[in-house]
């Protein structure tokens, strides 16, 4: 196998954390971002990790992107399907664009990064993807219909797409983070932060760190038998069996 690992939005954030991790799990990653090339330049001279360029939303990007990093490092062996957009609002305010780029972003990239690594994974009989859902793709959130949605469909297309695989060695889970302390949560307003703080059972907000442990395990030969699996990773703030 060539223990190589594709991260998507994979140079900030949870993303970063995730690539991070695989990297000291001994993985050949290569993180792809969409915009800054500053921040992903840094990312990559500070981590030794590689660092590819496109939009996950578009299928001739992710075909010829996966293809490059095929020639570059080797045949895909992990897919973690991280990168994710908010263009948050009320419903009855939306427009088509703050939907549907939502959905091709957050759910249409579920099938553009997929699809090129499968038919490898299948002919090797080996493979994991690992998805990142929410716990706004389980609960719902107000102001976030189409994000909601997205990540809801998410986990849908985890459970088929395990049924699909799981005969054929390749494992699919996805992992719904809650409110993690990155850089997006950041931006939040200080009170509507402690308003958050506040409905979380543990007291806090969660570590990157922790997604990308997760991560690292549902990779790992040790998740084999775990398929279609939904992992709840929010500090007890809201309950679900997946």
Excluded at 27 to 40: C, L, Q
Excluded at 52 to 73: E, F, M, N, R, T
Aim: aromatic letters at 8%; glycine letters at 12%.
């Amino acid at each position: 196998m060539s223990n190589v690992a594709i991260v998507t939005g994979g140079t900030r954030g949870i993303g970063a954390a995730i690539s991070k991790g695989l990297k000291a799990a001994g993985y050949t990653v290569a993180a792809t971002y969409a915009g800054n090339t500053e921040k992903a330049e840094a990312f990559r001279a500070e981590t030794g990790i590689h660092v590819y360029k496109w939009d996950v939303a578009d299928p001739q990007a992710c075909h010829d992107g996966i293809a490059q990093v095929v020639s570059d490092l080797g045949a895909v062996e992990v897919l973690v399907n991280n990168a994710g957009i908010t263009r948050d609002g009320w419903f009855h305010k939306m427009d088509y664009e703050q939907w549907s780029s939502v959905i091709r972003t957050n759910l249409d990239s579920m099938f553009t990064m997929s699809r090129p690594v499968i038919d490898g994974m299948r002919e090797r009989g080996h493979g994991r993807i690992i998805n990142i859902s929410s716990i706004n793709g389980q609960k719902g959130q107000l102001g976030q219909v189409n994000y909601s949605a997205a990540k809801a469909g998410v986990i849908g297309f985890t459970k088929a797409l395990a049924a699909e695989t799981a005969r054929k060695g390749i494992t699919v889970n996805a992992i719904c983070p809650g409110y993690i302390d990155t850089d997006m949560v950041a931006a939040v307003p200080e009170k509507v932060l402690e308003g958050i703080i506040a409905g979380i059972p543990v007291g806090r907000l969660g570590q990157a760190d922790e997604i990308a442990a997760a991560v690292v395990y549902l990779a790992s030969a040790q998740a084999a038998f775990m398929t279609g699996a939904v992992m709840t990773i929010n500090g007890g703030q809201y309950y679900a069996n997946g």
